[in-house]
């Protein structure tokens, strides 16, 4: 069975500078991998998607995330925040042949002005 | 764009009430979902169902039933709602077979 590692529970970043949340996966074939956000009171939505193919993949608000095989990560990135991005995060990873997905325990990030 | 609705933003129940969460996908989707989201623990899966009238148990069950009638609906059950289950419930739908899931808002559960 897959499963997912968010490393960072908390992280505070300073609005205008650099965002980098981590996720690490373990699974043995070809992952399928996701990042989600949350804004506080609302459901899930997705950033971006890694089924195949180029491994820097780009999402919604800016964000991209780059596969890594060798290192079993699939980081989150964005190079400026905005007051906006603050919200919790949630990097989940599936399997080809199953419905389901594994999500990491999250990570809140705190943007300050 | 798909809409997953579910029927309460919040609600409050008695310790020993029969509750019943109830989701509405409108995308014809195959998969629907049922987790519960606690701080610190992430989102764990409690039951889904890849078919009407098909479900499976996901990795924590106990305490709860499920209910897929139609094809858009799928219903959470506590037979006898306690304590430790006041929590945020979240509801997801996807098409056949693996891939995204799509969310909807969520109902914050309280027993008291």
């Known amino acids: 069975a897959q499963s997912v590692t968010q490393p960072d529970i908390h992280i505070t970043v300073s609005e205008g500078a650099s965002l980098e949340l981590r996720c690490n996966y373990s699974y043995g074939a070809t992952p399928y991998l996701f990042w989600y956000v949350q804004s506080p009171g609302q459901g899930l939505q997705l950033l971006l998607k890694?089924?195949?193919?180029?491994?820097l993949v780009q999402g919604i608000k800016g964000f991209e995330a780059e596969f890594k095989r060798s290192q079993s990560s699939f980081n989150l990135r964005k190079p400026s925040v905005h007051w906006s991005d603050a919200a919790e995060y949630f990097c989940a990873v599936g399997a080809y042949d199953d419905y389901k997905l594994s999500f990491g325990a999250g990570t809140t990030v705190t943007v300050r002005a | 764009d798909v809409k997953v609705t579910q029927s309460s933003r919040y609600l409050v129940k008695r310790t020993g009430e029969k509750v019943f969460l109830e989701c509405v996908q409108d995308?014809?989707?195959?998969?629907m979902f049922w987790y519960r989201q606690d701080p610190g623990l992430g989102l764990r899966l409690i039951y889904f169902?890849?078919?009407?009238?098909?479900?499976e148990k996901g990795d924590i069950p106990e305490g709860y039933s499920v209910s897929r009638e139609k094809k858009e609906r799928f219903s959470l059950i506590l037979e006898s709602a306690s304590t430790n289950q006041t929590s945020m419930y979240l509801c997801a739908s996807s098409p056949g077979g693996p891939g995204e899931q799509y969310f909807g808002p969520g109902t914050r559960l309280t027993v008291t």
């Open positions: 995308m014809d989707h195959e998969n």
């Open positions: 169902s890849y078919d009407v009238k098909m479900k």
């Open positions: 890694y089924f195949s193919g180029d491994t």
